[in-house]
């Protein structure tokens, strides 16, 4: 199994508007295989849905032959079907997707965008979760002016052909360039999102690493002025 590697581990750590850091040199796809979309097909351990609990599914959505009606009415299902209970953030990375689905509650969108990506692979449809960081809280941070963390976690899925991506309220761009750490948010006034990491999931992109949000997060604020060439360099059309 690939573990998507971080990009933050290195370069300049100090507080400065100018960097040293190479950006050309950063592979901004995380190391997933975008060429053999079957690989993301096998779940991580954290993602692995049994078949009882696929089957919850199953039975209220039956293959359609539209895929991107099945993948929205999947989406649109685990929404209508899962309560949200805030817990700060607390509760990311910490159950598998089988322990989400006994009390059928998500915790954020770690967890949500864990149970669509696992619940979409058993439906036949690559999957690749990604976590990012909030640019305007990055440079919030940055002048000491942030409180808590703000970020966002999505999944990208191959459908008809393509690689899309998923926010976790079921809007999609399909024009998505995954190669590109720069994601425009729904709302166009606002900055957007940087890619942190990707993986099969969040055990798989952070290495089970309790720390790995923060800490990236913390880098990459601190090293804002690195990436922003990287910023605006794409407008997306969400659809839903």
């Not at 979309?37 to 209220?60: A, C, H, M, W």
């Not at 991506?165 to 995954?178: A, G, H, I, P």
Request: with cysteine.
């Amino acid at each position: 199994m690939l573990l998507a590697s971080s990009i933050f581990l290195s370069g300049c750590r100090e507080k400065t508007s100018h960097c040293p850091l190479d950006i050309n040199e950063i592979d901004f796809t995380f190391g997933i295989d975008y060429d053999h979309p079957e690989t993301y097909l096998i779940p991580g351990e954290q993602s692995d849905l049994s078949d009882e609990n696929f089957e919850l599914v199953r039975k209220s959505i039956d293959h359609l032959d539209d895929e991107f009606e099945e993948i929205l009415r999947v989406c649109h299902w685990i929404n209508r079907n899962f309560t949200f209970q805030d817990a700060g953030g607390s509760m990311a990375g910490v159950q598998d997707v089988n322990m989400h689905f006994v009390d059928r509650v998500f915790y954020g969108c770690h967890s949500l965008s864990l149970i669509i990506s696992s619940v979409l692979r058993k439906y036949g449809f690559p999957t690749v979760m990604i976590e990012t960081a909030d640019i305007q809280w990055a440079y919030d941070e940055y002048d000491g002016m942030a409180g808590y963390m703000k970020g966002h976690v999505m999944t990208e899925v191959f459908v008809e052909g393509q690689w899309i991506l998923l926010d976790n309220n079921c809007k999609y761009v399909k024009d998505y360039d995954y190669t590109n750490p720069y994601i425009q948010q729904i709302m166009p006034s606002q900055k957007g999102w940087f890619v942190l990491g990707k993986g099969f999931d969040t055990w798989d992109y952070s290495n089970r690493s309790e720390d790995f949000t923060r800490t990236e997060m913390k880098f990459f604020s601190d090293n804002v002025f690195c990436y922003e060439e990287l910023f605006y360099t794409v407008v997306y059309n969400w659809d839903y």
